[in-house]
T-cell receptor, first 115, second 115 residues
Framework: GQQLNQSPQSMFIQEGEDVSMNCTSS?????WLWYKQDPGEGPVLLIA?????ELTSNGRLTAQFGITRKDSFLNISASIPSDVGIYFCAGQPRPLLNTGNQFYFGTGTSLTVIP | DARVTQTPRHKVTEMGQEVTMRCQPILGHNTVFWYRQTMMQGLELLAYFRNRAPLDDSGMPKDRFSAEMPDATLATLKIQPSEPRDSAVYFC?????????????FGPGTRLTVT
């Protein structure tokens, strides 16, 4: 199946620092999504991106759809302890007729925020 | 607020037993996805449905797994017979589908342990 490389695998940062993570694919995607997963819970959608070059914010989170359409970036500004969790990117290649909205997920970035 | 619900939240069973997991998608959503999450493989897509019709179940071991949508409010994932390697968290997600709405909303998951 499709492979999405997400980096870094893990991050340990001080509260108040900014965070950057990215996701790359070997093929072009039409849509990128960013999710956050807390322990024992399902992933929660943070940001959705639909156009190359698009920059979208959700509070302290900002995500960008790469110009090449093969990558996406997520930034968190002024991190706080509740930002702890695993962040996943998900990408959708051009959908085929009647095949629905299949997405491929990255391997996740584990974020630890030290108070 | 509208959420995807899954039952049971936890299931411990012995090898060889049948396991049935249930999912209630968000009312009005027409796509349903089943994922499996493990430490080693991350999030893997098992199957997905659009308007209750299975579109792709290529990620599912066909000999023991089956997925169905008896009606628009219920999706089931069945494993028979279960094996220890099936131990994982199984997530259901639903989406509104359509060209401008690709977001998937995840349920809390069913944590399956097969001994």
């Amino acid at each position: 199946g499709q492979q999405l490389n997400q980096s870094p695998q893990s991050m340990f940062i001080q509260e108040g620092e900014d965070v950057s993570m990215n996701c790359t694919s070997s093929s072009i995607f039409n849509t990128w999504l960013w999710y956050k997963q807390d322990p024992g819970e399902g992933p929660v959608l943070l940001i959705a991106l639909y156009k190359a070059g698009e920059l979208t914010s959700n509070g302290r989170l900002t995500a960008q759809f790469g110009i090449t359409r093969k990558d996406s970036f997520l930034n968190i500004s002024a991190s706080i302890p509740s930002d702890v969790g695993i962040y996943f990117c998900a990408g959708q290649p051009r959908p085929l007729l009647n095949t629905g909205n299949q997405f491929y997920f990255g391997t996740g970035t584990s974020l630890t925020v030290i108070p | 607020d509208a959420r995807v619900t899954q039952t049971p939240r936890h299931k411990v069973t012995e090898m060889g037993q049948e396991v049935t997991m249930r999912c209630q998608p968000i009312l009005g959503h027409n796509t349903v996805f089943w994922y499996r999450q493990t430490m080693m493989q991350g999030l893997e897509l098992l199957a997905y449905f659009r308007n209750r019709a299975p579109l792709d179940d290529s990620g599912m071991p066909k000999d023991r797994f089956s997925a169905e949508m008896p009606d628009a409010t219920l999706a089931t994932l069945k494993i028979q017979p279960s094996e220890p390697r099936d131990s994982a968290v199984y997530f259901c997600a639903s989406g509104a589908g359509g060209p401008l709405s690709y977001e998937q909303y995840f349920g809390p998951g069913t944590r399956l342990t097969v001994t």
